[in-house]
């Protein structure tokens, strides 16, 4: 079965993942969701099965730079539209295995899951 990587080409932590399915041999596509986008029933699919505090990446420079009033009152809603607006907002990466998905990226978590 091939898998769908969500991510952003450039990020470190995607180069790591990427390299990790590709040093076991696991067949995998790559979406890069700053140049393809991404759609509204796939972040709410993540945030229904992870919590929008899981998916959306508030660590990251540009939830950072956001004003106040955009940081403010933040649910579920308000999240998947800041990231539908700004998909750099998204954890990375973002594993679709079909049935579940791994948000973030740990060698033992993707071993458990894959091998």
């Known amino acids: ?3 769908t990587l969500y991510g952003i080409k450039a990020c470190d932590t995607m180069k790591k993942a990427r390299t ?3 040093e076991q041999a696991i067949d995998y596509a790559f979406h890069d969701y700053k140049t393809q986008g991404i759609d509204r029933d796939s972040l709410e699919r993540w945030c229904d099965e992870h919590g929008w505090q899981v998916v ?3 660590a990251g420079t540009t939830f950072r730079k ?6 403010a009152d933040l649910d579920q809603a308000k999240a ?3 990231m539908l607006a700004q998909p750099s ?4 990466p973002v594993l679709d ?6 948000v973030g990226f740990k060698p033992d978590q993707y071993a458990a899951a894959l091998t």
């Open 20 to 22: 990790w399915l590709d």
């Open 66 to 71: 956001l004003d106040d009033a955009s940081k």
């Open 56 to 58: 959306l990446n508030r």
């Open 89 to 92: 907002m998204i954890k990375r």
């Open 97 to 102: 295995l079909g049935e579940r998905t791994l």
């Open 80 to 82: 998947v539209q800041l």
């Open 1 to 3: 079965m091939a898998y």
